[in-house]
């Protein structure tokens, strides 16, 4: 009976042994696909230098961001094309400055034009108003001393006196009409339209 076991034991053990060799004269097995054609889909990672086959410099003379690129990777490109965009920093603040000038400059023409600003015109005739009432004043005055000193009822340094107040206030009148004619000639001056 020992050996029934015996040989019972060993069955298993020649069954594998036969398997076994059985799968070594076998040809291998090996899948496959039919073959059809599809876009290769594999990413290999690994270290490298990729060189062109032919070198071309690209120079930009002035500085700025890129913007817009409109060719793509590997995309050939003719002599002369559009390569990229470059931004140019400060060029739109400068263009917004020099249109806020112009259309300042515009509405200052357009107020000289209809004749100055009003407060401005106010004051020009408030202040011509005042120094032809000082004027005014002293014409009678000295009209009045110049009367009662015919009649000796006046002093010839009193006739002086208002004379030189009248002479006074005359060139005050002269001083104030350049002053404000210079003013507004200083304005157009300075008002220019490029």
Not at 65 to 71: A, Q
Not at 95 to 102: P, Q, S
Request: net charge neutral; no cysteine.
């Amino acid at each position: 009976m020992a050996k029934r076991i015996f040989l019972l034991a060993l069955l298993p053990v020649a069954a594998l042994i036969w398997w076994a060799v059985r799968q070594k004269n076998q040809p291998p097995e090996i899948p496959f696909t039919r073959v059809h054609r599809e876009t290769l889909v594999s990413n290999l990672i690994t270290n490298g230098k990729a060189e062109p086959v032919e070198w071309q410099d690209i120079r930009v003379d002035s500085q700025g961001l890129v913007v817009k690129v409109p060719v793509k990777e590997g995309q050939m490109v003719a002599k002369g094309a559009l390569l990229g965009q470059l931004s140019e920093p400060g060029v739109k603040e400068d263009l917004a400055a020099a249109e806020a000038r112009e259309e300042q400059a515009r509405t200052s023409v357009q107020t000289l034009n209809q004749g100055g600003k009003s407060v401005e015109l106010a004051q020009i005739a408030s202040d011509l108003e005042h120094t032809r009432v000082d004027h005014d004043q002293a014409l009678k005055e000295y009209n009045s001393l110049r009367r009662l000193h015919e009649k000796q009822a006046a002093t010839t340094v009193d006739v002086e006196m208002a004379r030189a107040k009248l002479r006074e206030t005359e060139q005050a009148h002269r001083d104030r009409m350049r002053e404000h004619l210079h003013e507004v000639l200083a304005k157009v001056e300075a008002t220019s339209i490029v």
